[in-house]
């Protein structure tokens, strides 16, 4: 029966990857594409991400021992689906379950803004994304970047609608202010 659920896990891996892939390959294409085959295609890519989340839903509602393995891989699909992460690249690393490589993307974030690389407001959004990820992925975070998750998600909230991030979306019981939110309140 591990064996089974083992290759399940692999295959489901697999589509995330291809799902991801196709994410990042649609924001690396952009300007090739007219508006509408920009939009349609990346309707078509955020159709698939939930057909692949209700099926997470239904695989971990069904078995208790793959419940585990596959939370993460749902919890990364709902954000990418609500537009909570927008990054492709952190998608992956966080569906994969790879803190330290969401470590050295932080760190290369926190370099592309200090260079000039990365402007202020799409670098602190790669952060929160990262900075989320590795909360939900068990890692401690410090007081300096906690302080940071709850600014941003702070500015966030008072500017949704004009950057397209919608922290009031909720799906199959997603509720993404809960995810953002911090488990220490105390600094």
């Known amino acids: 029966m591990s064996d089974e659920n083992e290759m399940l896990r692999e ?18 294409c952009r300007s090739d594409m007219t508006d509408d085959e920009y939009n349609e295609s990346k309707e078509d890519t955020v159709e698939q991400l939930k057909e692949f989340n209700d099926r997470l839903n239904k695989i971990t509602a069904g078995d208790m021992t793959i419940h585990d393995n ?14 909570a992460f927008q990054t492709p690249s952190i998608i992956k690393m966080f569906a994969k379950n790879e ?13 592309n803004m200090k260079l000039g690389k990365l402007s202020l407001e799409m670098g602190n959004r790669q952060k929160l994304e990262v900075l989320t ?23 966030l909230q008072s500017s949704m609608p004009s950057n397209g991030f919608n922290i009031s979306d909720s799906l199959n ?5 809960m995810f953002l939110k911090l488990d220490d309140t105390s600094t």
């Open 11 to 28: 295959n489901l891996e697999a589509q995330l990857e291809r799902l991801v892939q196709q994410l990042s390959d649609l924001e690396e």
């Open 70 to 83: 596959l939370s993460i891989m749902r919890l990364a699909t709902s954000a990418a689906i609500t537009k």
């Open 99 to 111: 803190p330290n490589a969401l470590k050295d993307k932080r760190n290369q974030i926190e370099r």
């Open 133 to 155: 990820a590795l909360r939900h992925l068990g890692c401690e975070l410090t007081d300096s970047d906690k302080i940071f998750i709850r600014e941003e998600t702070s500015k």
């Open 173 to 177: 019981g997603f509720d993404f202010k």
